[in-house]
């Protein structure tokens, strides 16, 4: 396990549900993901703690911004092996999948 404040590069990069919707700049499920950053849809924000579990398991804490509030969030993500799907674990144990935008 690897903690740190940056987002590896195999994680980094613009993720959508559908990926005709990579240029679309009001797609609700487009999420940003880059070094010290993380934007969603409506909430963005500074990245505080990166942990690592393996090559392909992501663990994001940041201070999120977003509809005039302010908040701490921690996500997990997986990544597909050929680095082109990411998928979204919520806590409930539902997922959500999206497509890494070329």
């Given amino acids: 396990m690897v903690s740190a404040q940056s987002i590896p590069p195999r994680f ?6 559908n990926l005709k919707n990579c240029d679309a700049p009001m797609d609700e499920t487009k999420l940003v993901l880059s070094d010290g950053r993380v934007d969603f849809h409506e909430s963005w924000g500074k ?8 090559e392909l398991n992501l663990r994001v804490t940041a201070e999120l911004a977003g509809e005039g509030e302010t908040w701490k969030d921690t996500f997990r993500f997986r990544l597909s092996e050929n680095h082109q799907k990411l998928t979204s674990i919520h806590q409930d144990g539902i997922s959500f999948t999206r497509h890494r935008c070329p």
Avoid: L, R, S
């Fill in 12 to 17: 980094q990069g613009t993720w959508v549900e």
């Fill in 47 to 54: 990245i505080i703690a990166v942990t690592v579990d393996d």
